[in-house]
């Protein structure tokens, strides 16, 4: 996972940014681990089952999963899941939910924007522009004084 700062660029686009974020959130949720979150008193008396790559749907050079998440990530990766309620049309969001689900060991969108447009039921640049218009729609939101709080330091600098 890429290295990013916890501020926006105020020089850079803003909604090129928030895909950005979007991209890397995605890749943060694939990362988290699955194992060890349930109560302490919860188990499960299934086994555990070993992956068969065919059932992973693509060719990878080796086991490892991606690497485990940052303190960094994981707090950029709460600011932008307060982001997706922002989304109004719900084209839109559905392309955003869609565009961040990613493959736990290769870190690949498990949604293409060709495979987005067929379950849509529209062309994947129509898809590509919905995803533009969401950032775009979410980075006019957060600029607002509306959304802006003092205490949250990425927003200091819009």
Known sequence: MSKM????????SLPEQVGEWLDEAALTLAALPSTGLRPAGAGSTWPDYLRDLEDLG???ES????PKPTAEQIDRLDIVLTWIPLIEDRQQK?????RMIRHPISGQHRWE???IGA????DHKTAQAWHQRACAGIAKKIRSDAF???QIPQFADI
């Open 5 to 12: 700062s916890v501020r926006f660029d105020p020089e850079r």
């Open 113 to 115: 924007w060709r495979k």
């Open 94 to 98: 559905m392309v955003v939910h869609m």
């Open 58 to 60: 693509w060719d990878r």
């Open 63 to 66: 086991d490892e999963f991606l």
């Open 119 to 122: 379950k849509l039921g529209t």
């Open 148 to 150: 802006r709080a003092t």
